[in-house]
């Protein structure tokens, strides 16, 4: 045998060498949920370790987090009932507690990266992304919605906006709106390949934002269809986004490739609440473990092209680098 490729594999130095992928927390992005209370910090049911955080656990929290490492936040408001409506009017509305705290936590820890989320559906008594007339969802009137929620959350400090309603034009729309309102400054993360999934039961949840009569999938994509994410990548690329998005992540490797290979736009993997609530409840029942299969799954995940991971293992996954965690073992065994 001239080629026997267990020689690269020989020790842990060498397949160090030979490793092709690097996975750091600096790729990761931390997602939080926000009640509007003073203090609070319960658990959410569905995904173990995920809290619904009051204003001084959230600021705690960022401290926390930035003391590990991790900069990059996602941040979604529970929004109590008696504020939601029709129109989605709280998204923007001055007294917004998301936008308050928010502008907080920029105020306090400028070093961080905000990321938000543009849709209705947290706001709406449809539970719906969009606006909903007659049981249809109405993409054209739902985009000045959308406009006045993104303009609200770049006044609050938001870093980048992450559009998740999947509406057609909503890129440009919110682009232009924030142009004009001269946040030009202000980027765009487009949930560019969001999938009809069944892996969003425990963030809908966490949030009490689960649609209130029918589906989502008019307007999420169908999880057959590949080739209709290139579509969606070079109109959300055209309208502006800085960058673009495949959301769950493990069950569309292939998706985030084709982006990888075929945009120059950088690609952000969502790794959603079912996807990480799986493994968790795996390992609660002893039938994997838990740190292995967080360094796997985050580690492939940025094999197949994500340049951003968005995990709920973020904290997880930064813990384990603190407290010196490695893959393996340095020392070799005497005999391999
Ligand atoms: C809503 C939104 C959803 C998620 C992020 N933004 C749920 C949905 O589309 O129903 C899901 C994230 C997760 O499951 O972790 N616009």
Known sequence: ML??????????????????????????VQPLFLVSKETSREPVKSLPNTYRLGIRETLKEVEDSLNLGITN????????????????????????????????????FPETCLISDVAMDPYSTDGHDGLVRDGKIINDETLPILAKMAVAQAAAGFDLLGPSDMMDGRVGYMRQALDAAGYTDTGIMAYTAKYASAF?????????????????????????????ALIEAALDIEEGADFIMVKPALNYLDVISLLKNNTETPVSAYHVSGECAMLIAAAEKGWIDLDQAVQETLMCLRRAGSDVIITYFTKHYARMMKQGYMPEERKEPKTH
Do not use: C, W
Request: no cysteine.
């Open 73 to 108: 936040f996602i941040l979604f408001p529970v929004v109590p009932d008696q504020y939601k409506d029709k129109f989605a009017t709280y998204g923007h509305h001055e007294d917004n507690f998301y936008l308050k705290i928010t502008a907080e936590i920029k105020r306090r």
């Open 3 to 28: 080629k026997r490729p267990r020689r690269n594999r020989k020790t842990a130095a060498i397949r160090g060498m030979v490793r092709e992928t690097q996975l750091s927390v600096e790729n990761l």
């Open 200 to 228: 969003y039961g425990p963030f809908r949840q966490a949030l009490d934002s689960a649609p209130k009569a029918g589906d989502k999938k008019t307007y999420q994509m169908d999880p057959a269809n590949q080739r209709e």
